[in-house]
C-alpha cells in the first residue's frame, strides 16, 4: 500500500476457491499479507492465531455466513476493519445493507473493480484504530 507504513494484514474469506485466489492474488500484488478462509468458522479460528488490519469477507458461505462471522468478529476484534462483499440483494433482502448494520466498514457488490477493493482497503486501514489501537485477539475472544 505504501512503502512507510507496516504491511497490512488482511483476512480474504470466501468459500469459491476462484474467488478466493484472485483476491488474494490483488491483495498481495499490492503488498498486503493474505491469509485466507473458506467460511466464517474457520476465519475466526484462524483470527485468533493470526490478527488481521482488515477482512474482506463474501457473506453467503457454508458452515458459518458473513452475518454471523460479522456479529463475532465485532465481539473478539472490534478493531479489525471488514469489508462485506456480496453478488446482490435477494428480493427485498439487500445483504450488504444487512452486514453494515451488523457492524461492516464497508460492502462492495459483485463484480467489482480491483481500484474499488483497494481503495476501500486504503481508507479503512488510514483510519484511526478502534478500542485498545490494534486488532489482536486474545484467548478469551477480547482484543
Not at 478493531?79 to 446482490?88: E, H, L, P
Amino acid at each position: 500500500m505504501t512503502d512507510h507504513a507496516p504491511t497490512p494484514r488482511v483476512l480474504v474469506i470466501d468459500d469459491e476457491a476462484a474467488v478466493r485466489a484472485a483476491l488474494c492474488a490483488t491483495l498481495s500484488d499490492a503488498g498486503c499479507a493474505v491469509t485466507e478462509a473458506r467460511d466464517g468458522a474457520e476465519a475466526l479460528e484462524i483470527l485468533r492465531a493470526n490478527p488481521a488490519d482488515a477482512v474482506l469477507m463474501d457473506i453467503y458461505m457454508p458452515l458459518r455466513d458473513g452475518f454471523e462471522a460479522i456479529r463475532e468478529l465485532r465481539r473478539v476484534a472490534p478493531a479489525v476493519k471488514i469489508i462485506a462483499i456480496s453478488g446482490g440483494s435477494r428480493g427485498n433482502f439487500d445483504p450488504l445493507r444487512a452486514a453494515e448494520m451488523l457492524g461492516a466498514d464497508r460492502t462492495l457488490r459483485k463484480p467489482f473493480g480491483i481500484d474499488d477493493l483497494l481503495a476501500a482497503l486504503a481508507e479503512l486501514l488510514s483510519a484511526p484504530r478502534g478500542p485498545g489501537g490494534g486488532s489482536a485477539v486474545s484467548e478469551d475472544g477480547r482484543s
